[in-house]
């Protein structure tokens, strides 16, 4: 009940395309949902979050889409670039709880 | 500037040796946490505090301990009975759990290594 599952573990993108990573909750209590970026030896950094009463948030060339009813997510990188390079971690949060993916580590080839 | 502060950013321990991790913050956030990160292994709670003079336990507590004194740091502490402490630490603090969910900010983290 408590797992958030995140796909796939990496992900080998073309500059230019588009990068799609995936998660899966199974609490329907969550009711925030926030991707965090990390590069290698940083700490993660807050990128896009949503609420469930939207289902999709666009900022820049980060799209999140949400399916309340599958309890499914997904980041969507348009014109990927060789600076988005990172481990990217979904989760899913309520109060003082939240639960993180497992991280997909992106790498954009140039 | 405003933001959360862990040092070292690198130690070494040997083993049965305590050290404890340093973290501060100056955002005026209530909430603090610890967590672990393996490779592979996501983020791994393992403790976080509400208020001054209180801190509850994560996912993975054993061989860790903390305490709370100022609203602005939370230090950790890896003890001896940490069986494997190798890892990479990370705090985050929040404005309040409580009334609803606040985003988590992180700090750079503490990579420490066992000899």
């Known amino acids: 009940q408590q797992q958030v599952k995140q796909s796939p573990q990496s992900l080998i993108v073309q500059k230019g395309g588009i990068s799609i990573i995936n998660c899966a909750y199974e609490n329907t209590a969550f009711d925030y949902f926030p991707w965090y970026q990390q590069f290698p030896g940083k700490g993660p950094a807050l990128l896009i979050a949503i609420r469930p009463d939207v289902s999709e948030k666009k900022e820049g060339r980060f799209t999140i889409s949400f399916n309340k009813s599958a309890k499914q997510f997904s980041l969507h990188i348009m014109d990927s670039q060789p600076g988005d390079s990172a481990t990217y971690f979904c989760?899913?949060?309520?109060?003082?709880?939240?639960?993180f993916g497992k991280g997909t580590r992106l790498h954009i080839l140039p | 500037d405003g933001g959360i502060t862990q040092s070292p950013k690198y130690l070494f321990r040997k083993e049965g040796q305590n050290v404890t991790l340093s973290c501060e913050q100056n955002l005026n956030h209530d909430a603090m946490y610890w967590y672990r990160q393996d490779p592979g292994q996501g983020l791994r709670l393992i403790y976080y505090?509400?208020?001054?003079?209180?801190?509850q336990k994560g996912d993975i507590a054993e061989g860790y301990s903390v305490s709370r004194e100022k609203k602005e740091s939370f230090p950790l502490t890896v003890t001896s009975a940490q069986k494997n402490p190798t890892a990479f630490y990370l705090c985050?603090?929040?404005?309040?759990?409580?009334?609803?969910?606040?985003?988590?900010?992180f700090g750079p983290g503490t990579r420490l290594t066992v000899l």
């Open positions: 989760a899913a949060s309520r109060d003082d709880k939240i639960i």
């Open positions: 985050a603090s929040s404005i309040s759990t409580s009334g609803g969910t606040d985003t988590q900010y």
């Open positions: 505090s509400q208020i001054v003079n209180d801190f």
